[in-house]
């Protein structure tokens, strides 16, 4: 079992930044593969990105690839997720997802979920 829990959500002009962290109560969690997905309200929840557990693998959605950065410090169990140009149809409640292996950009695959944090850009 692993527990992820998000923090560094909250309210951003268009065009800001955010970091989100990803933190996993899990001794194993750096053999682990992390990805970040989103939800909108009304829409399915949408990958955005993955890491290796070695953080030497990375991919991305199109719609967020050169705005957004995952990267992972695995001493401190982390996955971040590093949000560019932000811009209002960004906001989103962001979840962190873990597996033993990369699963994909279906969220159905990934086994091991955070409880979210929200976004929210304004115009």
């Known amino acids: 079992q692993v527990l992820l829990v998000e923090s560094g959500g909250g309210l951003v002009q268009a065009g800001g930044s955010l970091r989100l962290s990803c933190a996993a109560a899990?001794?194993?969690?750096?053999?682990?593969?992390g990805s970040w997905f989103r939800q909108a309200p009304g829409k399915e929840r949408e990958f955005l990105g993955a890491?290796?557990?070695?953080?030497?693998?990375?991919t991305y959605a199109d719609s967020v690839k050169g705005r957004f950065t995952i990267s992972r410090d695995n001493a401190k169990n982390t996955v971040y997720l590093q949000m560019n140009s932000l811009k209002p149809e960004d906001t989103a409640v962001y979840y962190c997802?873990?597996?033993?292996?990369?699963?994909?950009?279906?969220?159905?695959?990934?086994?091991?979920w955070g409880q979210g944090t929200q976004v929210t850009v304004s115009s």
């Open positions: 890491i290796s557990w070695s953080g030497g693998a990375t």
């Open positions: 899990a001794r194993s969690f750096s053999k682990f593969a």
């Open positions: 997802a873990a597996d033993v292996s990369l699963r994909g950009p279906v969220a159905a695959l990934w086994n091991f």
